[in-house]
């Protein structure tokens, strides 16, 4: 689902624009992106948290990652 203004051209026709006051309260726009599972989360979180994760991984275990590499 779709976090502010739908596109037009979007398949799925029975949804529309959500979440367009998000963050009014304190002068932020907070629109943009795609909900995860009709959960209230923004996807972003998901992907975030996951890149986060890789991330670290690499940098704990770049010894071990480098001799994969080699081989």
């Known amino acids: 689902m779709c976090i502010g203004r739908c596109p037009t051209n979007s398949p799925v026709k029975f949804r529309g624009d959500s979440g367009l006051q998000d963050g009014d309260s304190a002068k932020t726009n907070l629109t943009g992106g795609f909900y995860d599972s009709s959960n209230n989360i923004k996807f972003t979180f998901t992907t975030t ?17 480098k001799l994969m590499l080699n081989h």
């Open 49 to 65: 948290y996951t890149m986060t994760l890789l991330s670290w991984t690499v940098m704990e275990m770049h010894a071990k990652f």
